[in-house]
């Protein structure tokens, strides 16, 4: 899994510089989760995650961002609380989830708001 810093944000994901509104720069839908390493909940769900990358490869990208490090990304997004997950499908707009949500509900969310045109 990839962490990302801001360059890279801007060149996978979401240029929020150059465009106002929401433009997917990605080729493959993907899962971001804004996390931090003293994080509780974010240990519960980084092994998980760990598992959907290899689950779902080839059909979406599962980002990292950690949000002590890059703290302009997360003010961006108006992170507050974490772990916070940000479904990027390739058409549409992203959403947001928030907490340590269990497998069967990530796999949901993926197929419904990430695959939903597969």
Request: some cysteine; charged content about 25%.
């Amino acid at each position: 899994m990839e962490h990302l810093t801001k360059q890279t944000f801007h060149e996978k994901v979401f240029n929020y510089e150059k465009n106002k509104d929401w433009v997917f720069e990605g080729k493959l839908p993907c899962l971001i989760d804004f996390y931090a390493d003293w994080c509780q909940p974010c240990k519960i769900v980084a092994p998980i995650l760990e598992e959907l990358a290899k689950e779902y490869d080839g059909k979406i990208n599962i980002y990292k961002i950690n949000t002590e490090e890059e703290t302009e990304l997360s003010a961006a997004f108006g992170i507050r609380s974490i772990p916070s997950l940000l479904f990027c499908p390739v058409e549409g707009q992203p959403q947001m989830a928030q907490g340590a949500l269990p497998k069967e509900t990530l796999i949901q969310a993926i197929n419904d708001v990430l695959l939903k045109n597969k």
